[in-house]
């Protein structure tokens, strides 16, 4: 068996990564495409490679030089007129050598698992095609096949349906040609084809004329869960990088993506805190169905999104900001505080890490669950009286909660004070005793004039993708000055019609918040089966849990996502926390929780 790569493109979409090279000489974490390719052919002990070169040809050969002589019979073809032409002449350039053997077909922007090409070679089929089942990263070549794996049709890009996407494959293009096939069926069909349609074609269109003409010819297999990707710009490269990175530096890879995790279909991700079943309402249904119109069209300014945002909380106009999300509301404010500033630690740290670290007065719970209660924080800053106090209720990530009647004390106290008392509430919806436990009232916020309650409407109603948050205070002046620090256009349209029709649905809301917090209460009882978890009580939409010996909270983020692609929270490094092991586990629908907890006892039994 031998193998051909074609390796000719230019890869012009990869920008200044191939301006002086061809696209396999891309590294991906330090290690160009060519030499992993080579170094999984190298395992197979074939009879030869080709390699058909084009763009930055002699720079590819020069580099891959002498390396593998001991290893790899490699050989040459030049294709001269790379940028006149496509794969399919690459491929006929190589039709004689193709002919003398059994092939492996490659692409040299693809990067996969070390047993991808096991997976081909061990099959008992001839002529194979490698397919993975469609995700939306995916372009280029699709297919169906049948019960018995033989594609039924490829689907051109005319035909392509996403209503029919449930149905589709996409090639992997790694194709396993037996050399009767390429003899007898592919290379006479690639020279008609091309004397008919020219040479800026695609190889896969012979392919696809041959299952036309009989399916039986070239079965597919599916790749299962081997990892694979097809580099063809700079976000590929981006998401190449995290799905093959090494132990080291996987976990900062992933973390460092601050979310867009949908680019990873079949990762659970149990990082990010949203309320799943929300979802389900119709609001979404009915969002889609204005979908064309909403992209196609600008969003209000902040005057008809204050409106909005003041129908759906029953807030009045002067007293809230809407925000792109409520990252845009605590830049905004604190901005607009001065001198110190209290906070419970561990805590959420977008807030102190848009302060000066000097002027951050820190309250740190004494007890191995880091509960605290309002009277526990009225003590210790009595003592320590800062400008500003921020209670985060529940708290992240401890879950910790104090009831609404206990936060109205402490309300009471700030005022008295002269302390402004910051409230953030984004996970309140979740507490037992929902709705009564907001301060979102135009009654309280004028009792309380010192006070601020902000809300993430991302976590509980869960639509982060819609980037809206809101910021609520009697104090006039502020919410003025905030409105007027922001972009005149800081709501997109999708945000602006989720206000507009929320009242619709706010039924649908409460049922939602219902379920979350009786699928939390199972959930939690699940993870304190998980022998090596502590799990700390928790009114949010996530647990913080202790990581007992003999793992470390490190070593079971990774297990949990090289083994069983589920992406979990270290927060072992968060001021404030003892110096124990310690993951934030978010709270899913059920189907997905049942998954991790099996996930956890298989780690837990080795």
């Known amino acids: 068996m031998q193998a051909i790569i074609l390796a000719a493109g230019m890869g012009k979409r990869l920008g200044e990564y191939t301006a002086e090279n061809t696209k396999c000489m891309v590294p991906v974490n330090g290690v ?27 720079k590819l050969m020069d580099y891959i030089g002498n390396r593998y002589v001991d290893r790899l019979r490699i050989e040459y073809v030049e294709n001269p ?94 194709y396993k040609f037996s050399r009767e096939f390429s003899q007898h069926k592919y290379v006479p069909f690639l020279e008609a084809y091309m004397k008919s349609v020219g040479l800026n074609e695609y190889y896969e269109n012979v392919l696809r004329i041959i299952s036309f003409l009989n399916n039986q010819d070239l079965k597919a297999l599916p790749i299962g869960k081997l990892k694979w990707y097809e580099i063809d710009d700079k976000q590929d490269l981006d998401i190449a990088e995290a799905l093959f990175a090494d132990e080291q530096d996987i976990i900062r890879k992933y973390y460092g993506r601050y979310g867009g995790f949908w680019r990873f279909p079949q990762m659970l991700d149990y990082c990010y805190l949203v309320n799943p079943y929300f979802r389900s309402s119709n609001i979404i249904d009915e969002m889609e169905a204005n979908f064309r119109t909403l992209i196609g069209e600008y969003p209000s300014g902040m005057k008809v999104n204050t409106l909005c945002a003041s129908k759906c909380w029953g807030i009045r106009e002067e007293y809230i900001v809407p925000g792109n999300g ?25 807030y102190p890490n848009r302060y000066a670290a000097e002027q951050t ?50 309300a009471d106290w700030a005022e008295k004070q002269g302390v402004r ?35 993430s409407i991302s976590k509980s109603y869960g639509v982060p993708g819609i980037r809206l948050g809101i910021l609520c205070a009697a104090d006039k002046s502020l919410i003025a000055r905030i409105k007027k620090q922001v972009s005149i256009w800081n709501i997109n349209s999708f945000a602006e019609f989720f206000m ?24 939690e009882a699940k993870l304190r089966e998980v022998p090596f978890l502590r799990v700390i009580p928790s009114e949010a939409n996530y647990f913080l849990c202790e990581v007992l010996p003999p793992f470390t909270a490190h070593e079971l983020v990774l297990l949990a996502l090289k083994k069983h692609n589920i992406l979990l929270r270290d927060c072992s490094d968060k001021p404030g926390l003892n110096g124990s092991q310690y993951l934030r586990i978010a709270v899913r629908n059920r189907e997905d929780n049942e998954r991790l907890i099996e996930s956890l006892k298989t780690i837990a039994n080795g």
């Open 81 to 174: 007129v790379y940028d006149k032409t496509n794969n399919i002449y690459s491929l006929a350039l190589a039709k004689e050598k193709l002919q003398e053997d059994d092939t492996l077909l490659l692409e040299s922007d693809l990067i996969f698992d070390s047993g991808v090409l096991e997976l081909l070679v061990d099959n008992p089929y001839p002529n194979l095609a490698l397919v993975a089942r469609y995700e939306t990263w995916m372009d280029g070549t699709m297919v169906t096949i049948d019960d018995d794996n033989n594609i039924v049709n490829f689907i051109t890009k005319a035909a392509f349906r996403y209503a029919d996407t449930n149905s589709y494959f996409k090639t992997v293009n790694l």
């Open 500 to 523: 507009q029709i929320y009242s619709k649905y706010e039924a649908d809301y409460h049922r939602a918040c219902a379920r979350f917090i009786e699928e939390r209460n199972r959930f």
């Open 326 to 350: 409520a990252a845009e509301l605590i830049k905004a404010l604190m901005e607009n505080l001065s001198g110190t500033i209290g906070i419970v630690r561990p805590t959420f740290e977008e």
């Open 421 to 455: 008392l910051i409230v953030d509430e984004s996970f309140v919806d979740f507490a037992t005793g929902y709705p009564a436990n907001t301060l979102l009232s135009n009654a309280v916020l004028e009792q309380y004039p010192h006070l601020i309650v902000m809300k």
């Open 32 to 58: 160009r495409l060519i030499d992993r390719m080579l170094e999984s052919l190298a395992r197979l002990n074939l009879n030869r490679v080709v390699i058909v070169v084009g763009y930055e040809g002699q």
């Open 361 to 410: 007065i820190a309250f740190v719970p004494q007890n191995e669950d880091y509960r605290y209660s309002a009277d526990d924080l009225m003590t210790f800053f009595s003592e320590h009286q800062p400008d500003s106090l921020l209670l985060i209720n529940p708290d992240n990530p401890t879950g910790n909660f104090i009831p609404r009647q206990d936060v109205l004390q402490l």
